[in-house]
DNA sequence: CTGTTAGCGCCTTCAC
DNA sequence: GTGAAGGCGCTAACAG
């Protein structure tokens, strides 16, 4: 059996809670008796259990950040946002995949009171669990998504402004005929892209086609097969607006495939800025999102909340147009 | 105050123990009473306490992925091994950053026995810590070191003969000064490489000259560096060899700015295929790790020790060579 | 099927 | 400065 603090105080001849006390630091110890302890602990290689002293703290100093897939291309200059934060604050972050929906490690982790406080960046996480999970005490902040909850801040991107601003750039750039490729029809972000482009359609007096919008789910793959689609109908737009880079990069691929070239034969924009996208050929035009100050921003709301302090419970940030090569001139 | 599961009991009007047979689903409790706990629980809006029950378990049922730095472009497929199988064994996966060295919350799950096992592919952790932390029943994989302990396990790719693989490629292709643009001292895998460019050389009958080793630490940033060096030496060698594909970006981007072509004037090899290699110009000729094969493998050691088989200490896996455009033909 | 009871390992008053 | 004792929230014998 593992040793316990039970095992160290017997072997240091001292009561537990004064082996308590020297293995924490507690200046109510005296230097011999804490040589001793220290000693006795080393001796029997003890380590403490952290759940024992997180059950007795009714606290556990640490932050969940929960994303639909831990593998995934998922936002690095988020998650620094997240880390940096969490760490300048003194408090451990651990980062669960929602892999599994209902089932998932995330889910347990904000059900299951193991973290004081979580930041959730996942779709496959439904709005339920995220209301059933909410309580007192507990701060959640969404950045993927509108929910009305007493305990849970959102912080989102202006994604009706960025797809705004893509779409406009596009007309701007003498193009009239602009698809759309969607992400999922489930996904709070692609309807914001996608009133952006509308708005920006409308603004201009250019009427909607339902022809020039088809569907992908933000794969690669999907933009892939949406792109060779369009192809496939003969009529190719001027220009083409996918929900992310992701999906555009796989449209590239397809009309390179086709031997359409971008962007003499047709323009394409994508939305997030991913690494890749500067270095693919040609580079991507984009909408970058402030992924970092994102973040940052949701752990600072945690422990605003944490600290019992007022907070706003909604904040947007803007995004910004990148322009790179994949758009006619 | 939150409610604990007596409040349950007692509002359903049962004891503890059946609100816990209840809210457990053990079929050891009738139909009216599961109902009647279940109703109490939701309307006090109880969500149990994770630790408490891991507690009284001594049991946790989730294991640790440390990665030094959680917004790195680590190895998205090896994540991914090491998640199917997690998931697929019913257990819970955590990722942890070793950021922070030993007061990282990595350290903190290790030693505090806050989960059941480790794989750990972080060069900031220390050797000692993961002694320190080693014990009985608690399983380590280490996936990026050499260790000597009854209770750590390692799986390796096999290094040397990738850097041998990288190198003799470069033979063949009619190098003969090959410089090696080595990762940090302390990196195990980093030396491994080195070795294999060592016998490579050897093998073919090419002495080996120090003026062609530099130092990067495996960032992009030091890639660039060493590449001006070398550069600004005046006599640029035939061919390089990066130690990894980041530092082997950052020397594409150097050669770029002085206008020597890759792979005209100079070939360069990489390793690690990283996603970008693809994609990059000239797309890079790499050294392919099986990340997913490693992460699968890592937990696959995880469970059979916790299941108390019998498993070898030491497992290597095999790299190949992935030819591209970044080596003159 | 249900209730009583005894800890899991640790922290923390409270006396001494 | 040190020790005894109670309890954090939950589970699992053990009785009934």
Redesign the pocket.
Known sequence: ?????????KLA????????????N?????P???KKVQEAARELN????????D????KTNTIALILSDLSGPFYSELIKGVQEVTMTNGYDLIACSSVGGAQSTAVKFLKE?RVDGAIILAHNITDDIILESAREGFPIVVLDRKIENEFVYQVEVDNIHGGYLATEYLINKGHREIAFVSGPFNSYDNEMRYIGYMDALKEHNITYQSKWKVFGDFTRESGYRATKMLIAQRELPQAIFYANDEMALGGLQAFKENKISVPDDISIIGYDDIQLSEYVTPSLTTIRQPKYEAGALAVHVVFQVLSKEKVEKSFKLSTELIERNSVKY
Chains 1, 2 share one sequence.
């Open positions: 059996m593992a040793p316990t603090i039970k095992d160290v105080a001849g001292v009561a537990v809670s004064t082996a308590s006390y020297a293995l924490n507690v200046n109510k110890v005296s011999a008796t804490m003890y380590l403490k259990n952290g759940f024992a002293s059950l007795k703290r009714t009171k």
